[in-house]
């Protein structure tokens, strides 16, 4: 059977971390070798839909059940369309994790058990109680955007907090982003950050470190999965219900590329779409899913 576990680092001997979509390693175990394949975490700073997009990978990847710490209703939602096990409230060394998961210690989770945007604002983790929320420091603000289209501003940034607001409107003000995003405790000037900064202890200063390795590797990541979907044929793009949805426009402010107008109700160009799920996590009707299509629909 093949497993996923999130994970702080890259080996079984790692600890299990709580976030699920914002994680440092997916750890792609073999329950029956327990051979194990780490995954450094592509979509660890994404301003949105980093747990749509790594239930996404989950299933690319063949997986048949995942542990984790918490599990957002987003992301929860991909698991059930693909018919994917979720175990949460799981802590402690993921080799041992195992075990207990071969033992049948473990039950599936029946729904989420956190809100949306739980890892935004929740620290690199090591072990801790089951099934309680995890807290820490987060960053600092500001962050790195992911894109300036279509009037969708300055993006959705990776520091810690709500960020600056909503901007200055649709159709060229400022976005949504400068801020919002997953954030990471300070480890000193190398890393951008005060040289007086302290962090509490050596666990979560390396907790930082592992986790900002896994950042590094993030552009190349993401490069070889669009070019592995364009080499598949089909590409994900968000799809838009029309029974639910109300043309409010929020999806707009949040597109990072542009990629959505509102025409009474709101209408996706599959050609730009790059299927990032930032317009799944705020859209307050759950009107929009992120699908596979073929890259000839919509030329």
């Given at each position: ?105 473990f039950s599936s989770a029946s729904g989420p058990n956190v809100a949306s945007h739980f ?126 949805c109300t043309g409010c426009g929020v999806c707009i402010d949040v597109c990072p590329v ?13 050609k730009t779409c790059t299927g990032c799920g930032a317009c799944v996590s705020e859209c ?16």
């Open positions: 059977m093949k497993i996923a576990v999130t994970s702080t680092g890259p080996t079984l001997d790692d600890n299990v971390e709580v976030r699920f979509g914002r994680c440092a390693y997916f750890l792609i175990i073999d329950t029956d070798t327990m051979q194990c394949e780490p995954i450094e975490n592509p979509n660890i700073a994404l301003g949105g839909g980093a747990g749509i997009q790594s239930a996404q990978l989950m299933s690319e990847k063949g997986v048949t059940t995942v542990l984790t710490g918490n599990c957002g209703p987003n992301a929860f939602n991909v698991f059930g369309q693909a018919e994917i096990q979720v175990i949460v409230g799981v802590s402690g060394i993921v080799r041992n994790v195992v075990e207990q998961f071969k033992a049948g210690s890892g935004v604002n929740a620290a690199p983790t090591g072990p801790t109680p089951m099934g309680q929320p995890i807290t820490g420091p987060v960053g600092q603000g500001g962050g790195m955007g992911l894109g300036m289209g279509g009037g969708g501003g300055m993006g959705r940034g990776m520091g810690g907090g709500r960020g600056m607001g909503k901007g200055m409107g649709r159709g060229g003000g400022m976005g949504r982003g400068m801020g919002r995003g997953m954030g990471m405790p300070s480890v000193g000037p190398a890393a951008g950050f005060p040289e007086n900064a302290v962090l509490q202890n050596p666990d979560q200063e390396l907790a930082a470190l592992k986790q900002q390795a896994g950042m590094l590797g993030q552009q190349k990541q993401q490069l070889n999965q669009r070019i592995n979907q364009l080499e598949n044929g089909r590409k994900t793009v968000a799809v838009v219900d029309s029974e639910k542009g990629a959505i107008e509102v025409d009474r109700q709101a209408v996706v160009n599959e307050p009707n759950e009107a929009i899913i992120i699908a596979k299509k073929n890259k000839g629909i919509g030329k």
